[in-house]
């Protein structure tokens, strides 16, 4: 063999070594949804069937891992189906994405420490996200804060990002800007 063949040879093998691997490539836990769907998730990541259109995903510390929506300080997001969409909005309304996931009538802890309170303002941000091959997702930014309980000082600020796919009636929640996700749902599997 030539010296300038094994050269080509040993950059491609190299170029090949070093290329990012998608989400899926590395060991992952697959989580299968509704309508075909399949997400890859992250080993240390842990999947919490709270109920079956309620799934909590914790992706770090968790006080409470199997607690209902709106429970604080558990670093997680939420994939929901259709009878969590039904009464997703505010006064158990149905979801549509006009305004936030809020399933309540009242002020709800503020997921990042459960002395204060929160609230959800208008979507900074709207428009369609990938979720795998030919899907894409309505997608939401809602600036959102934490209060206090006596006399509403603002104590915090964070995002509620949404994907909402309304064909399969999945909607993912995240108020933890989880390091990963989108790149997650973008690299999903229908079959």
Known sequence: MSKRYLAVAALAAITLLAAPLPAHAAPAQPL???????????????VR????????????????PGG???????????????????EGNELFSPYTGAKPFYPATDVQLCPHNRKWGQTLGAAKVKGLR??????????????????????????????QREWFLPTTKILVVDQWNTPGLAGVLEHADWR
């Open 130 to 159: 990938q979720v795998g091959p030919g899907h894409k997702a309505a997608y939401r930014e809602w600036k959102a804060t934490c209060v206090s309980y006596s006399g509403g000082a603002v104590k915090s600020r964070y995002v």
């Open 49 to 64: 069937r709270v109920s079956p259109d309620w799934i909590r995903v914790v992706t770090g510390r968790c006080a409470k």
């Open 68 to 86: 209902a929506y709106g429970t604080a300080e558990c670093d997680s997001f939420w994939v929901l189906g259709p009878k969590a969409i039904k």
């Open 32 to 46: 299968k949804l509704r309508g075909g769907l399949t997400l890859y998730l992250p080993i240390k990541w842990e």
